[in-house]
């Protein structure tokens, strides 16, 4: 086995040692389920080249983008709706600076950016698709969307979706709906539906697959309540419990393959656009 990188790996990098780095660094501060599902797209983000100065949409309290840049510079402006969370991302910055402001509606000059990057936000956006023209209008000619969002293919990847239909009970759609709701999606589509809605920007879609396995998006689901029971003690104290080094490597050795495995039928849409030079 690789030693493990002493620091991130570049996009050249193999991708085992990006996956490692990407999961170890995530279940050092955050929950299991939050480390698998971001670790798998830290990696899929993390063969994109994207161009400077970079836009943030839902940066929330700067985690993914202070993990994802580490050792290099970070990302321009991360923008957020939830006030609570910019004045968490300033108790440790990772931006140049934030936003608080609607994905709708952004306060930035036409052409200002050289990449926009949303991490698996655009899905909790009410009446989200006005907010394609207005990056589209943020990004300069030649400039990169990169984006993730969970797909209808989610619901299918869900044990307890699985189970409650095999069992003909009519309730695996509210199995389904309850998650959602638990996780604040508003969204929840078909790839091609999102795919429609950057192309109708105007962007031309360079690159379009899906992420986390159907057993990558199990072991997500089995994990979940441990995630909720962080958030509390979050919400109590201001920060996470601590993962001791012996767990956090025991894990990442255990999750891994989830995080590696690629698969045809995953429950995220990844995808990387280029508007069109002029």
């Not at 968490?88 to 990057?117: H, I, N, W």
């Not at 389904?176 to 879609?205: C, M, P, Q």
């Not at 012996?246 to 990387?272: H, I, K, Q, T, Y």
Request: aromatic content about 8%; some cysteine.
């Amino acid at each position: 086995m690789r030693p493990f990188p002493s620091t991130r790996p570049g996009m050249d990098s193999p991708r085992e040692d990006r996956a490692r780095w990407f999961l170890t660094r995530y279940l050092e501060e955050a929950p299991i389920a939050v480390a698998l599902f971001r670790a798998s797209e830290a990696l899929a983000f993390s063969g994109v080249d994207m161009p400077r100065p970079i836009l943030d949409i839902g940066c929330a309290f700067g985690e993914f983008g202070r993990l994802f840049f580490e050792g290099g510079a970070a990302p321009d402006v991360g923008l957020d709706i939830d006030r609570s969370e910019l004045l968490r991302e300033r108790s440790a910055p990772g931006y140049g600076s934030v936003a608080q402001c609607d994905a709708r509606s952004l306060p930035f000059k036409d052409g200002a950016f050289g990449t926009v990057m949303s991490v698996s936000t655009l899905e909790h956006v009410p009446d989200v698709a006005p907010a394609f023209p207005e990056i589209a209008r943020v990004v300069r000619p030649g400039g990169v969307l990169a984006m993730s969002v969970p797909i209808e293919g989610l619901n299918e990847n869900l044990m307890g979706y699985g189970l409650l239909r095999a069992a003909n009970l009519g309730l695996a759609k509210r199995y389904a709906d309850v998650v959602h709701r638990s996780l604040t999606h508003v969204n929840i589509w078909k790839a091609e539906r999102w795919a429609s809605l950057v192309r109708e920007a105007g962007f031309d879609i360079q690159r379009m697959e899906p992420i986390l396995s159907p057993a990558a998006t199990r072991a997500f689901e089995a994990l979940l309540p441990a995630a909720y029971a962080n958030r509390f003690f979050r919400q109590l104290t201001g920060r996470r419990p601590p993962h001791p080094r012996p767990f956090v490597l025991a894990m990442e050795r255990a999750l891994r393959s989830l995080v590696l495995n690629d698969s045809p039928r995953g429950s995220n849409l990844f995808l990387v656009a280029r508007r069109p030079e002029r």
